[in-house]
T-cell receptor, first 112, second 114 residues
Framework: QKEVEQDPGPLSVPEGAIVSLNCTYSNSAFQYFMWYRQYSRKGPELLMYTYSSGNKEDGRFTAQVDKSSKYISLFIRDSQPSDSATYLCAMSATGGGNKLTFGTGTQLKVEL | DAGVIQSPRHEVTEMGQEVTLRCKPISGHDYLFWYRQTMMRGLELLIYFNNNVPIDDSGMPEDRFSAKMPNASFSTLKIQPSEPRDSAVYFC????????????FGPGTRLTVL
């Protein structure tokens, strides 16, 4: 079993929809949780960064962490065609901040 | 800032050949990372450096892979000899020291071994 599980999709939604992307993990030592966005043929770029449990909001994006369930989510409100990309969750343990464990990514397509 | 720079962007080679991938991290960053991305396994950390010193190479798949960082502005990942199963996109990333774990990725090198 992988340490981080992520549905690969593809997920197709109409413009303006609310998108929910999720990851589950098995390592209870993970304390830092990130979401990266990767456009086709590009490197990943950091989208959201959270420490421990709770919510974080940045514009149309909200990241949620539920450590009791080992479950993290990324919500995208008012989705736009420019949000079409692959979204990778990543996480690391306290003191192990350099060793990020990534999910395999969810491919999202927002259609006009 | 130009961001992390990788070269070449694409590499096609034949099995058994030596392959060298290059990376220039963002100036001032203390850490440099090499990753490999495939459809099946996703993004995997191969090795990372701190202040030019290799810290953890546990992700390097086998002895055919080696990485060096001779100075703060340059790193190489070498595969010798290359095999078809090495075909993947290889990313270099860098970050500042300190608590925040934000890594900045380069555009990647797409390697195809025939």
């Amino acid at each position: 079993q992988k340490e981080v599980e992520q549905d690969p999709g593809p997920l197709s939604v109409p413009e303006g929809a609310i998108v929910s992307l999720n990851c589950t993990y098995s390592n209870s030592a993970f304390q830092y949780f990130m979401w990266y966005r990767q456009y086709s043929r590009k490197g990943p770029e950091l989208l959201m960064y959270t420490y421990s449990s709770g919510n974080k909001e940045d514009g149309r994006f909200t990241a949620q962490v539920d450590k009791s369930s080992k479950y993290i989510s990324l919500f995208i409100r008012d989705s736009q065609p420019s949000d079409s990309a692959t979204y990778l969750c990543a996480m690391s343990a306290t003191g192990g901040g350099n060793k990020l464990t990534f999910g395999t990514g969810t491919q999202l397509k927002v259609e006009l | 800032d130009a961001g992390v720079i990788q070269s070449p962007r694409h590499e096609v080679t034949e099995m058994g050949q030596e392959v060298t991938l290059r990376c220039k991290p963002i100036s001032g960053h203390d850490y440099l990372f090499w990753y490999r991305q495939t459809m099946m396994r996703g993004l995997e950390l191969l090795i990372y450096f701190n202040n030019n010193v290799p810290i953890d190479d546990s992700g390097m798949p086998e002895d055919r892979f080696s990485a060096k960082m001779p100075n703060a502005s340059f790193s190489t990942l070498k595969i010798q000899p290359s095999e078809p199963r090495d075909s993947a996109v290889y990313f270099c990333a860098s970050r500042l020291g300190g608590g925040r774990n934000e890594q900045f990725f380069g555009p990647g090198t797409r390697l195809t071994v025939l």
